[in-house]
């Protein structure tokens, strides 16, 4: 047997072996909802009900539930197993948990007629915790066990692949970084090593990094006629191609990028969902921006609200409105600066609205009005983005769609995401627009709120530092 098919089959037998743990931890949640459902939940049923709740009945209901928490986890990251860490897979999954058990309790609300009463509920909620507290680290404990880390052969370019390296290395747990080489070497002598390597199992898979395009088309090739699985680091042009439209009107295939990112339909319904959201949650959260008015303007005097120029399409400037939560004088010198860690000029008021992010509520205002949407790139301010471009022109390309209260890069980014990976993250959100993805979107924004580090400013001498990183960006895709 040769080391493909031998990789072959246990790329099959890891997957059956995901799926079996995830299945487990799966049927113990809803079995702990069943109990309840059975024991409790269908006694408190409006009227005659519970007397129509036949075996069928039952198995009905549970099912419901059944795919409600499977949507959610798959929707918050859940189930991924070997993917991410134990800490990580806990808390999606908790996540997924609290939503499926809001929306169940919607459910039997309705059916009963009158809101359930919650005792029950809380209670489910925690010994569902427990499961999952227990299963989670218990299944991937085991499934690290069985598969150790992936074993990868890093290409690399004119950069030092030590941050690149250093990224693999930071999750151990699942890569290992067995052998490097440089381009310099050449494609005949990579492809050689690459082939030795993966014969012998001493690697079974290939990073492609900051190499151009030129360089890695044979590495792509060769990869892919061999069956070698490889990762790459995509280039701003490959992010654009990723939204493109695929034709069939002649013989052979054609790529279609349009030269508007959304269409007219996808622009009302945008815009609708906006309107509809933003009322909702103004009212929602009016109990919560009056304490927090008041909470600032007790502190020391000062304006409650903060008015900030950002840009959003196509660069149209506005102001937007922010909860102060920096003392008056924050840029009395006129010098634009962003938030560092450990900020002296924030308040203690303002440390606490920005950590549970009130401070951003009045935005709501902002979408309202039609000059952000809930979700697209976060709005610059003007004088920062002048010293992006300096080192990135492209960074203008976020600028084709309306800037918005979260983005792509605030869901699927990092504290310490370099500038111009999250301008790579916002062009994939322009790319592969969809309503249903602003949806998923929006539901992943609640899981980002409550992360620990989803709210850190940056380090000092912050903007020196992301031009510096943003330019080494631009290189690496030269």
């Known amino acids: ?82 993917y991410q860490k134990n800490v990580e897979i806990i808390f999606s999954q908790m996540i997924a948990t609290i939503m499926a058990d809001i929306v169940i309790y919607g459910e039997l609300s309705v059916m009963a007629y009158q809101l359930f009463r919650p005792t029950y509920f809380i209670r489910m909620l925690f010994e569902q915790f427990g499961v999952v507290l227990v299963c989670i680290p218990l299944a991937n404990a085991i499934y690290r066990h069985l598969f150790p880390p992936r074993k990868l052969l890093l290409v690399y370019g004119e950069k030092n692949p030590t941050e690149l390296q250093s ?53 792509i090739k060769y990869c892919y006629e061999k069956s070698i699985r490889f990762y790459l680091l995509p280039k701003i042009n490959d992010v654009i191609l990723m939204g493109a439209e695929e034709l069939h009107v ?30 909702i949650l103004i009212i929602v959260a009016s109990p919560f921006m009056l304490i927090t008015a008041i909470a600032v303007k007790a502190y020391d005097g000062g304006p409650v609200l903060y008015k900030q120029v950002r840009c959003t399409k196509d660069r149209k400037e506005f102001r937007i409105l922010k909860f102060r939560s920096m003392r008056v004088d924050a840029e009395k010198d006129g010098v ?47 004088e920062i983005i002048d010293q992006y471009v300096e080192v990135m022109p492209e960074f203008v390309f976020r600028m084709k769609v309306k800037a918005g209260l979260a983005g792509f890069a605030q869901v699927y980014g990092k504290y310490n995401t370099t500038p111009y990976d999250k301008l790579k993250l916002d062009l994939t959100y322009i790319e592969n627009y969809s309503v249903l993805l602003d949806l998923k979107l929006m539901l992943l924004t609640l899981k980002v709120l409550l992360w620990p580090d989803s709210t850190e400013g940056v380090e000092a001498d912050q903007i020196t530092a992301l031009k510096k990183s943003a330019q080494e960006g631009r290189n690496r895709d030269e």
């Open 1 to 82: 047997m040769t080391n493909q098919e031998r990789l072959q089959k246990m790329e099959s037998f890891k997957r059956l072996i995901n799926l079996g743990l995830i299945l487990i931890c799966f049927i113990l949640e809803v079995g702990v909802f069943a109990y309840h459902w059975y024991f409790h939940f269908r006694h408190s049923l409006y009227g005659e009900l519970r007397f129509v709740f036949y075996f069928w009945g039952h198995v009905l209901e549970i099912t419901i539930f059944g795919v409600i928490l499977f949507l959610f986890s798959s929707l918050y990251g859940g189930a991924r197993l070997g």
């Open 167 to 219: 990224k693999f290395e930071s999750r151990a747990d699942k890569y290992v970084i067995t052998e490097r080489v440089s381009v310099k070497e050449g494609t005949e002598k990579i492809i050689s090593l690459i082939a030795t390597n993966y014969e012998s199992g001493h690697c079974n898979a290939v990073v492609l990094g900051d190499i151009s395009e030129q360089d890695r088309k044979p590495l």
């Open 336 to 382: 634009a600066r962003l938030a560092s860690k450990g900020d002296s000029r924030i308040t203690p008021v303002g440390k606490v609205i920005r950590k549970i992010r009130f401070d951003e509520l009045p935005q709501l205002f902002n979408i309202l009005k039609g000059e952000m949407s809930f979700i697209g790139p976060r709005p610059e301010r003007p």
């Open 250 to 279: 002649f013989d052979s295939p054609i790529l279609l990028t349009r030269e508007y990112s959304l269409t007219m339909e996808q622009r009302f319904l945008k815009r609708m969902i906006d309107i509809v959201c933003s009322l």
